[in-house]
């Protein structure tokens, strides 16, 4: 199993800390960093571009791959879409991993003026999106048509490194629209902090949806982004606890804000040996990698504890 990093874009990212945060990954061999694509969630912050991110991502690393946790097919056409990520792979040298998914947060769609359809159009978009971004990647000229997107004997240039086979990855874990369009179209399927029981469920489902179009479940890759309040002593698990207890104004026990997180949105916390433990649990049913969220921009201490004293302990599970 990999780990790799999560970065909250919204969370008051500035260039610096981006910056910062990528040469860390970079020193501490970090497979990946990821990062939210939101203009706001709650209170306004610095929320950099997530687009625009990627390119001074492919310009300061070498070795890591870096994408979307994922990007809405709200926000921006998909031509604009697979034209940016196109050139951006290409300047990456394809480490660049394009994650897509319908969009979630209605309050911030309202805020800015961008249209929330339903559930099951945001799904028809978005299986659309994926067409015309793989048209543009392909061959052309070249041709797609749908309800929603289409575009016309286009051969969009440059190319990304992979061409119309550059890997996409799917968020999400919805069982009637989300996993068939993984099963359908993904090299990749991430989902957000469950438990085992729950993960096997949705693994059950979606190679359910790989069979109905005659897919072998073990061709999609897996990951998992996770909220983790995790260390290794008790004195260190406190104060990274009350960081996060800081940053919503949240009062009382570490302990039992920990305990709280964990019982109602499935976060990991604990020790190492616990951590290690659950993550085991994930490995045996193929998880491949879980990007653990980085809370403190300020502080390299737990990008430093994960590859320190988790990496050496999950790498060959």
Known sequence: MRIGLMVEGQANLTWERWIHILHTAERLKFPSVFRSDHYVIGEYQSSIDLFLSFMVAARETENIRFGSLVSPMTFRSPVDVGRMSAQINQLSNGRLMLGLGVGWHKPEHEAYGIPFYSERVRAERLEEAINVIKTLWGPGP?????????VTDVDCLPKPVFGADTPILIGGSG??????????YADEWNCV????????HKLNVLADRCADVDRDISTVHQSMMAFGLVAGDER????????HMSMSGATGSPAAYRATKEAESNWITGL????????????????????FQHFNFASDEAPEYYADEIVPRVSGL
Request: glycine share 6%; no cysteine; charged share 30%.
């Open 272 to 291: 190492t040996d616990e951590v290690v433990d659950k993550l085991g649990k994930f490995a045996a049913m193929g998880l491949e990698e879980i990007q």
């Open 193 to 200: 902090n469950m438990l085992p029981e729950t993960y096997q």
């Open 142 to 150: 070249a041709s797609f048509k749908g309800e929603h997107f289409s």
């Open 175 to 184: 069982e009637k629209r989300t996993l068939a369009l993984v099963a359908k």
């Open 236 to 243: 260190t698990l406190d104060r990274f606890t009350k960081f």
